[in-house]
């Protein structure tokens, strides 16, 4: 199929892509990569009057280490994180992720703020960002906010943008010294999107945890204090502590019904937990 007809603008840069979001009377869509949004025109699962293309944008583009964080414009592909062009705060584990999504055409084109936007559960960048501890910046014509990535995805293809408002900064805290990091999801064959995700950053000396348990049919379980997931207390022997019961009961509690799905995502977990920990 081909996508329903469509108004098409390519602003110069982002104060006039933001007057066009804000004045249009239609239906508007922001294209960046269009690695998400292309399929979607296609199949007609979505019909905008009126597309805006801020792949040229240059301001979307930048990526800077600044004090103890990184800040990365909405623009930055996925192969500018995996070819290391842009500076690395998480000692690779953005760039481990970036490597594995999807097929090198997708993260050629695709971006870190489309996917973000996008807000498919699935995604990795969902996942590993929440992890990470990352806010986002977002902006409108009216003004800009700051949200952090667990607030940012509210359901499943559901995100907190507001209308006329885009992504425009991504800002990832540097990973501490002592922290330990594991990604694992599972797919049917690479390439495909993911069944289960699990993301964990712990860090033993400090005593604490971030877990995310990502691809189900809503927001990602984020869990900012994971004590409850290792006997209480997180300690250099995390990896023994680890108790699938406690997780088990956590995704029952967040709606995942089927014990099938549970299982695989406990597995997940585990493995992640593992790869923390080697």
Not at 13 to 32: G, K, Q, Y
Not at 54 to 71: P, T
Not at 158 to 172: D, Q
Not at 258 to 266: A, D, G, L, N, W
Request: a neutral charge; charged letters at 25%.
């Amino acid at each position: 199929m081909k996508p329903a007809p469509f108004g098409y603008e390519r602003p110069r840069d982002l104060p006039a892509a933001l007057a066009i979001l804000a004045e249009s009377e239609t239906s508007a869509r922001i294209i960046a990569g269009g690695q998400s949004l292309g399929p979607m025109l296609n199949l007609r699962l979505v019909e905008p009057e009126l597309i805006v293309d801020i792949a040229g944008l240059a301001e979307l583009k930048q990526a800077e280490h600044r004090g103890d964080e990184l800040v990365l414009g909405a623009c930055v592909t996925h192969a500018d994180i995996e070819d290391g062009r842009i500076p690395d705060v998480t000692r690779g584990a953005m760039r481990a992720v970036a490597a594995n999504i999807a097929y090198r055409a997708v993260r050629n084109r695709g971006t870190v703020g489309g996917s973000l936007s996008h807000a498919d559960p699935a995604a990795d960048w969902v996942s590993a960002l929440s992890a990470l501890g990352a806010k986002l910046t977002l902006r409108s014509r009216v003004g800009v906010r700051a949200v952090a990535m667990e607030e940012f995805i509210v359901g499943a293809l559901e995100s907190a943008l507001r209308p006329g408002e885009i992504v425009e900064t991504i800002h990832v805290p540097a990973m501490p010294a002592s922290a330990h990091w594991g990604y694992v999801k599972s797919c049917r064959k690479t390439g495909e999107f993911a069944h289960a995700i699990s993301a964990i950053l712990i860090d033993p000396a400090a005593g604490r945890a971030r877990v995310v348990i990502g691809a189900i049919d809503a927001a990602p379980i984020v869990i900012t204090n994971a004590a409850e997931l290792f006997g209480g207390r997180i300690a250099g022997d995390y990896k023994e502590r680890f108790d699938a019961r406690v997780a088990d009961a956590l995704l029952a509690k967040a709606g995942v019904s089927s014990p099938v799905h549970r299982h695989i995502h406990v597995g997940v977990l585990k493995r992640a937990v593992r790869e923390a920990a080697a």
